[in-house]
């Protein structure tokens, strides 16, 4: 079916940078919205980032101006881009992708395996 890989996560001292790339594969026909989501432990999952096919973009505001989502429609990926990141933005990071198939009919909501990404004091 249709599946979606993390990767870029890791261990940085905050003010550093990392960036995660989400790629889908499978039989896609087409995908709508793309976006990041993170929970940390002992709280409620989170959206981070939300990005059109179009390009339009949304981010929670602890994150604005930190932050850089984007997408490559050619190759069915999309980015993270975190700079000056905090100790509060520790958590594992989902990607997600509505995502209309070649046999289903219907479009689908997608998650990535999580990618753990920790910011040091």
């Known amino acids: 079916q249709v599946q979606l890989v993390e990767s870029g996560g890791g261990l940085v001292q905050a003010g550093g940078s990392l960036r995660l790339s989400c790629a889908a594969s499978?039989?896609?026909?087409?995908?709508?919205?793309m976006g990041w989501f993170r929970q940390a432990p002992g709280k409620q999952r989170e959206l981070v980032a939300l990005?059109?096919?179009?390009?339009?973009?949304n981010y929670r505001d602890s994150v604005k101006g930190r932050f850089t989502i984007s997408r490559d429609n050619a190759n069915n990926t999309e980015y993270l881009q975190m700079n000056s990141l905090k100790p509060e933005d520790t958590a594992v990071y989902y990607c997600?992708?509505?995502?209309?198939?070649?046999?289903?009919?219907?479009?689908?909501?997608?998650w990535g395996q999580g990618t753990q990404v920790t910011v040091s004091s």
């Open positions: 990005i059109s096919r179009g390009g339009s973009t």
């Open positions: 997600f992708a509505n995502i209309w198939t070649l046999t289903l009919g219907k479009s689908n909501d997608y």
């Open positions: 499978g039989s896609i026909s087409s995908i709508n919205v």
